[in-house]
T-cell receptor, first 113, second 116 residues
Framework: SQTIHQWPATLVQPVGSPLSLECTVE??????LYWYRQAAGRGLQLLFY??????ISSEVPQNLSASRPQDRQFILSSKKLLLSDSGFYLC????????????FGQGTRLTVV | AQKVTQAQTEISVVEKEDVTLDCVYE???????LFWYKQPPSGELVFLIR??????QNEISGRYSWNFQKSTSSFNFTITASQVVDSAVYFC?????????????FGQGTRLTINP
């Protein structure tokens, strides 16, 4: 069966510090991968998605970047965090070329102080 | 542009009551999928249902039921005989039926609290 792992679960970082959140998927190959952000009291916003290694699409301009160095690894990064980067970050995967649902990780709660 | 509206920010009911969560969507696509996800306090999103725009049949799964009405662009979710374990944030989502990345557009979510 397929599983998705996301870490860390919680993170408190000072303004201006770097960020690296990691997501890995097991039990499937060549998945579509996604990073969503959920700000406090708001819905989920798609930040990045990837349909293959090294292929990253950004949905909104922001202080963050994403990379996909391996087929089932998706990394969310920042060189210098802003207070506005605080939120709950969710990684998700879906089967490519299939009209199925997306499956989500456990999420990372990031607080920038 | 696509948009999903969940007008109910928070709902609080007493256990065993029935509760309906509203979802209204906007899209110019003629074919699309609609979803409901549950987000318990632990944070992960749990998939509940997927419905495509071709199929307007209502669906029932145990205490859960979904009412899809294309004429009013609504996809409402009803929990019958609610239980405390149903307490969570519920999200409605939309995406077109196309090839490529399956990008979801989410509503703002409805926080449901079931009181014992």
């Amino acid at each position: 069966s397929q599983t998705i792992h996301q870490w860390p679960a919680t993170l408190v970082q000072p303004v201006g510090s770097p960020l690296s959140l990691e997501c890995t998927v097991e039990g499937t190959s060549n998945p579509n991968l996604y990073w969503y952000r959920q700000a406090a009291g708001r819905g989920l916003q798609l930040l990045f998605y990837s349909v293959g290694i090294g292929q990253i699409s950004s949905e909104v301009p922001q202080n963050l970047s994403a990379s996909r160095p391996q087929d089932r690894q998706f990394i969310l990064s920042s060189k210098k965090l802003l207070l506005s980067d605080s939120g709950f970050y969710l990684c998700a995967w879906s089967v490519p070329h299939r009209n199925t649902e997306a499956f989500f990780g456990q999420g990372t709660r990031l607080t920038v102080v | 542009a696509q948009k999903v509206t969940q007008a109910q920010t928070e709902i609080s009911v007493v256990e065993k009551e029935d509760v309906t969560l509203d979802c209204v969507y906007e899209t110019r696509d003629t074919t699309y999928y609609l979803f409901w996800y549950k987000q318990p306090p632990s944070g992960e999103l749990v998939f509940l249902i997927r419905r495509n725009s071709f199929d307007e049949q209502n669906e029932i799964s145990g205490r859960y039921s979904w009412n899809f009405q294309k004429s009013t662009s609504s996809f409402n979710f009803t929990i019958t005989a609610s239980q405390v374990v149903d307490s969570a944030v519920y999200f409605c989502a939309l995406r077109p039926i196309i090839q490529g990345a399956q990008k979801l557009v989410f509503g703002q979510g409805t926080r449901l609290t079931i009181n014992p």
